[in-house]
């Protein structure tokens, strides 16, 4: 996978996020806030904002992380609907936010943004959300590649 090695990640998402794997194109990113399951990929490839400025290969791939990602946050997380979004309206860098939603949130059925104060993870919590996540993202990486 061509991943640019001048690439580096936005100031604004090493700040309010928390990096918990490296996959084939992208880095997977925590959200930090515990009021939900929030991912986010961030293509390592430098100066890209929108998902069709990456090459053939690279948007294929990207398509295959985020199905791939999708599928085990909602088999982990028992979740009622999966939330895919490229804003990019504040910070420019290309990433896909991916966040489990469940008909019982507080903000269903509006979008999350703007809608409440983040909750950073505890240490405990954000281990447990490791132990829960990680091996099972590990073994289909494994698979996968």
């Given at each position: 996978m061509n991943v640019n090695n001048e690439f580096s990640l936005h100031p604004q998402l090493a700040k309010d996020s928390i990096e918990l794997?490296?996959?084939p194109l992208s880095t997977l990113l925590l959200?930090?806030?515990?009021t939900y399951?929030?991912?986010i990929l961030v293509p390592r490839v430098a100066d890209i904002n929108e998902?069709?400025?990456?090459?053939?290969q690279q948007q294929q791939q990207?398509?295959?992380?985020?199905?791939?990602?999708?599928?085990?946050?909602?088999q982990t997380f028992q979740g009622d609907k999966m939330n895919i979004a490229a804003l990019g309206n504040v910070v420019e860098q290309l990433h896909l936010h991916h966040v489990v939603r469940y008909k019982s949130d507080a903000c269903w059925p509006k979008p999350i943004w703007g809608q409440q104060?983040?909750?950073a993870y505890d240490e405990q919590s954000l281990q447990a959300?490791?132990?829960?996540?990680?091996?099972?993202?590990?073994?289909v990486l494994a698979t996968y590649r």
């Open positions: 794997a490296q996959l959200c930090n806030d515990s399951p929030w991912f998902i069709y400025q990456l090459d053939w990207l398509l295959n992380e985020s199905s791939l990602l999708s599928e085990l946050l909602m104060p983040l909750v959300l490791k132990e829960k996540l990680l091996p099972q993202l590990k073994a």
